[in-house]
Antibody, heavy 120, light 107 residues
Framework: QLQLQESGPGLVKPSETLSLRCTVS??????????WGWLRQPPGKGLEWIGS???????YYGPSLGSRVTISVDSSKNQFSLKMTSVTAADTALYYC????????????WGRGTMVTVSS | EIVLTQSPGTLSLSPGERATLSCRAS???????LAWYQQKPGQAPRLLIY???SRATGIPDRFSGSGSGTDFTLTISRLEPEDFALYYC????????FGAGTKVEIK
């Protein structure tokens, strides 16, 4: 059974870089029918797509975070990562990694999420 | 960017009643790439419907999706106690955006 697990520091200082990792088990991120992505949800608010990638293909980023975000992949460890620079309190959120299946075109498998607080 | 407007913000109903949730897009959603998710407190979202009307694996048939273009609907035919939750729509036709959600609460 496919599982995704987010990991990373729970507290980041303003202006610093947030780094998170998603470890995938029960399936390979190099699979040909899937995108993999990051999303976030500020406390008490709705969902926001951060970005997604297709292994061996393109990486797509949501419009609101622009150049502050980078997604990278380590297929040898079956992991992908998120880096977000110059964070502010507005980046405090529950961060999810998820699989986006081609043909379904929706996020069908999610991690449990990891809470990141931006505070000095 | 396509803006999704969900209504109502909160729906107060009793178990056994029918729930009708609306999702309206600011422009037509390409290929009807519209999905619905359910989220309960402390849990990740769960995919219910994709492609506007196809149920995801394991989703009970009391959940149904309909619509096309800019107007989409999620219907829960008879509410079960476990259906009281937050529901989000999401489009993937033009970038990827979510609606603000509809809370289905017990009346």
């Amino acid at each position: 059974q496919l599982q995704l697990q987010e990991s990373g520091p729970g507290l980041v200082k303003p202006s610093e870089t947030l780094s998170l990792r998603c470890t995938v088990s029960g399936g390979a991120i190099s699979g040909s029918r899937y995108y993999w992505g990051w999303l976030r949800q500020p406390p008490g608010k709705g969902l926001e797509w951060i970005g997604s990638f297709y292994y061996g293909g393109s990486i797509y980023y949501g419009p609101s975070l622009g150049s502050r975000v980078t997604i990278s992949v380590d297929s040898s460890k079956n992991q992908f990562s998120l880096k977000m620079t110059s964070v502010t309190a507005a980046d405090t959120a529950l961060y999810y990694c998820a699989r986006h299946a081609l043909g379904i075109d929706a996020f069908d498998v999610w991690g449990r999420g990891t809470m990141v607080t931006v505070s000095s | 960017e396509i803006v999704l407007t969900q209504s109502p913000g909160t729906l107060s109903l009793s178990p056994g009643e029918r729930a009708t949730l609306s999702c309206r897009a600011s422009q037509s959603v390409n290929n009807d790439y519209l999905a619905w998710y359910q989220q309960k407190p402390g849990q990740a979202p769960r995919l219910l419907i994709y492609g506007a009307s196809s149920r995801a694996t394991g989703i009970p048939d009391r959940f149904s999706g309909s619509g096309s273009g800019t107007d989409f609907t999620l219907t829960i035919s008879r509410l079960e106690p476990e259906d009281f939750a937050l529901y989000y729509c999401q489009q993937y036709g033009n970038s990827l955006t979510f609606g603000a959600g509809t809370k289905v609460e017990i009346k």
